[in-house]
T-cell receptor, first 112, second 116 residues
Framework: SQELEQSPQSLIVQEGKNLTINCTSS?????LYWYKQKYGEGLIFLMM?????EEKSHEKITAKLDEKKQQSSLHITASQPSHAGIYLC????????????FGKGTRLSVIA | DGGITQSPKYLFRKEGQNVTLSCEQN?????MYWYRQDPGQGLRLIYY???????QKGDIAEGYSVSREKKESFPLTVTSAQKNPTAFYLC???????????????FGPGTRLTVL
C-alpha cells in the first residue's frame, strides 16, 4: 500500500489562479520534503518541513505541515507557466537513516 | 560545481542484454540511492547504499544489481532478469549521519532506458 498519498493526481489551472496540492500519511512523519520535477529531468528540492505546524515560503510557493505531522500542503499563489511540472512529496518515515518514501506525484499544468 | 551526474541521458538496449547505468557524485555524501519512475507510479526504491562496500535492497530490487566500490560512484546494472526494464531511472545521494528530518536527497538528471 502507498504510505504517502498525494492529491490530486493531476491539476490544470489557469494562469494567475491559486492551487493546493496535498500529501497525507497514516503515520507520523519525521520530515516532509517537497520536490519539483520537469518531465524527463531530475528532482529539484523545494522545501523541507520538520516540526508540527511549520510553514515555509519561497517566492509564491508555501508549504505547511500539520500539528500531527501527518499531512502537508503545498500552495501556489498566482500560478505561472513556470510552475508547471510534477510535484512530489517525500517523507522520512522512521527514526533510522532510511531512504525517503515518495508519493506518486501531482502533475500540474498551467494554461494561459 | 558539486552535484550528481548520470550517464547516459538516453539508453537503448535489446531485450536479453544487461546494461549499466552510471551515477557519480562529488558532494562527499555517504548515502546513494537508485529509484525507478514509471508514469503514475511515483518513485520506487531499487537499491541504496549508506556506506562504501555495503548496499541494501529496496522495494523492487529483483532484476537489478549494484556495487559501491567508491564513495563517489554507485552504478546500477539492469539485468536480463528484469521483466519490464523500460523506465526513467533516477540516482540520488544524501548525508548519512543526519539529524532526524534533515535528509534532503539530491537527485541526478536521470537516465531514460528503453528496451527494444
Amino acid at each position: 500500500s502507498q504510505e504517502l498519498e498525494q492529491s490530486p493526481q493531476s491539476l490544470i489551472v489557469q494562469e494567475g489562479k491559486n492551487l493546493t496540492i496535498n500529501c497525507t500519511s497514516s503515520k507520523t512523519l519525521y520530515g516532509l520534503y517537497w520536490y519539483k520535477q520537469k518531465y524527463g529531468e531530475g528532482l529539484i528540492f523545494l522545501m523541507m518541513l520538520q516540526k508540527g505546524g511549520e510553514e515555509k515560503s519561497h517566492e509564491k510557493i508555501t508549504a505547511k505541515l500539520d500539528e500531527k505531522k501527518q499531512q502537508s500542503s503545498l500552495h501556489i499563489t498566482a500560478s505561472q507557466p513556470s510552475h508547471a511540472g510534477i510535484y512530489l512529496c517525500g517523507a522520512d518515515m522512521d527514526s533510522g537513516n532510511t531512504p525517503l518514501v515518495f508519493g506518486k506525484g501531482t502533475r500540474l499544468s498551467v494554461i494561459a | 560545481d558539486g552535484g550528481i551526474t548520470q550517464s547516459p541521458k538516453y539508453l537503448f538496449r535489446k531485450e536479453g542484454q544487461n546494461v549499466t547505468l552510471s551515477c557519480e557524485q562529488n558532494l562527499n555524501h555517504d548515502a546513494m540511492y537508485w529509484y525507478r519512475q514509471d508514469p503514475g507510479q511515483g518513485l520506487r526504491l531499487i537499491y541504496y547504499s549508506q556506506i562504501v562496500n555495503d548496499f541494501q535492497k529496496g522495494d523492487i530490487a529483483e532484476g537489478y544489481s549494484v556495487s559501491r566500490e567508491k564513495k563517489e560512484s554507485f552504478p546500477l546494472t539492469v539485468t536480463s532478469a528484469q521483466k519490464n526494464p523500460t523506465a526513467f531511472y533516477l540516482c540520488a545521494s544524501s548525508i548519512f549521519w543526519r539529524e532526524r528530518g534533515e535528509d534532503e536527497q539530491f537527485f541526478g538528471p536521470g537516465t531514460r532506458l528503453t528496451v527494444l
